[in-house]
């Protein structure tokens, strides 16, 4: 598993601007939640995006007893960066799942299946203290 400040870390510079114009629509029905997986705290977090106009549906899981950059995460978002790029190498560290790809190892795309965000979960990152926020205001 992956940690939230890692995959920042990895995400290049040109993702890193693109994600400034990607607009944070709203929490998503699911919102952030507390529930217990294998015994262990795990805060889901999710939202809405939209940056040229798509909607996409990003979800970060925390692994731990907080919201916070140095959690384990898993992520996921519906965007096509996501589906064709980093879906298979982000499952495979068990960061993530195979919810949108076909799941054929992107040769192409991203052949040494380096692991880092797209510009929509890269985005919803920056939320973490509104997140820790709407926790703290019993959301």
């Known amino acids: 598993m992956q940690r ?7 995400t290049p510079a040109n993702i ?3 994600s400034k114009k990607v607009r944070v629509a709203h929490f998503n029905e699911k919102g952030v939640n507390l529930v217990k997986m294998d015994g262990r705290d795990v ?3 999710e939202y809405k995006t939209s940056g040229t106009g798509e909607s996409h549906t990003c979800t970060v899981k925390f692994f731990g007893p907080a919201i916070k950059q140095e959690a384990l995460v898993w992520v996921s978002c519906d965007c096509e960066d996501f589906r064709y790029r980093l879906e298979y190498a982000l499952t495979m560290k068990n960061s993530s799942d195979r919810l949108y790809s076909t799941f054929r190892p992107p040769l192409k795309t991203n052949p040494k299946n380096l692991t880092r965000l797209c510009k929509h979960l890269l985005k919803i990152t920056g939320l973490i203290p509104q997140a820790q926020n709407y926790l ?3 959301g």
């Open 4 to 10: 939230l400040s890692t995959l920042v870390k990895n």
């Open 16 to 18: 890193q601007a693109a």
């Open 43 to 45: 805060w889901e977090v």
């Open 136 to 138: 703290r205001a019993g």
